[in-house]
């Protein structure tokens, strides 16, 4: 099955698509996980994005949708994928759309995780990454077994550049401009259903199996 995940930053992205992934044997593949990753080896796509990400604006479309287009053409991607943080915008979408057809694919559905600007902000100022594997943690729920340790990699935690508040706001802001678009984008091809994000990690994930097993027609 080929899913995205859509909403606003916090939302639980990337917290329900590592599981999905995990169930649904699909690549979990989040480009800002991957430009994190190229930062943190300094390549040039990674000197790149930093400008932009401390900034909590898009990288532009010419960077990201090559690196995403070549990531979706390795092996893993043929067993389903789920996309976190891609797209952004119409013009990504569009691309997307292109590459998939050319492939004789298509998404099966996009899922939006709908959860409120307060409860947003709490939950990425109280946030705490795993550096290695990118498992994201919080100071609330959910925390590791182990304080500072990540329980899949024991990899250490730490708080990532853009969870200021400062930058928060920025990020929120972008999202509102350039990213609800995506929802009529999505709705109009039928490929649209919404959870909300405001329950339960187990909750929602049983939602969002439950939304694209009916957005895509299929049982599994
Ligand atoms: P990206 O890394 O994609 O960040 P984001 O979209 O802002 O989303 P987040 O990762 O902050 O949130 P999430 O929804 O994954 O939530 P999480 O599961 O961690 O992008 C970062 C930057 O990269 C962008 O600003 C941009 O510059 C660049 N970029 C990336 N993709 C791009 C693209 N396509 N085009 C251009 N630029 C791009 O959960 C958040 C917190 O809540 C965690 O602490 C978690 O433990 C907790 N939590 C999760 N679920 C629940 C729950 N149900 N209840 C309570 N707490 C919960
Ligand atoms: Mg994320
Ligand atoms: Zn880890």
């Known amino acids: 099955m080929n899913l995205i995940l859509l909403g606003p930053p916090g939302a639980g992205k990337g917290t329900q698509a590592i599981n999905l992934a995990k169930k649904l044997g699909a690549a979990h593949i989040a480009t800002g996980d991957m430009f994190r990753q190229a930062i943190a080896n300094g390549t040039p796509i990674g000197k790149k994005a930093k400008e932009y990400m401390d900034k909590g604006v898009l990288v532009p479309d010419e960077v990201t949708i090559q690196m ?6 390795q092996p893993d991607s043929k067993n389903g994928f ?25 998404i099966d559905a996009a899922l939006l995780i709908d959860v409120k600007d307060s409860e947003l902000i709490g939950r990425l100022t109280g946030r705490w990454v795993c550096r290695t594997c990118q498992t994201p943690y919080n100071v609330k729920s959910p925390q590791p077994k182990v304080q500072g340790k990540c329980d899949r990699c024991g990899g250490e935690l730490y708080q ?6 400062a930058v928060i706001e920025n990020r929120l ?7 609800l678009p995506l929802i009529e984008y999505y709705s109009k091809r039928g490929r649209l259903k919404r959870v909300s994000g405001e329950q339960a990690i187990g909750n929602v994930e049983k939602d969002l199996l439950e939304a694209s097993k009916a957005t895509a027609g299929r049982v599994k």
């Not at 995403?68 to 053409?73: D, Q, V």
């Not at 990532?160 to 508040?165: I, V």
């Not at 802001?173 to 990213?179: I, L, N, T």
């Open 68 to 73: 995403l287009l070549e990531r979706l053409g």
């Open 82 to 106: 789920i996309l976190d943080g891609f797209p952004r915008n119409i013009s990504q979408a569009e691309a997307l759309d292109k590459a998939l057809s050319d492939r004789n694919s298509t």
């Open 160 to 165: 990532r550049e853009d969870d200021k508040e």
């Open 173 to 179: 802001k972008v999202y509102r401009e350039q990213s």
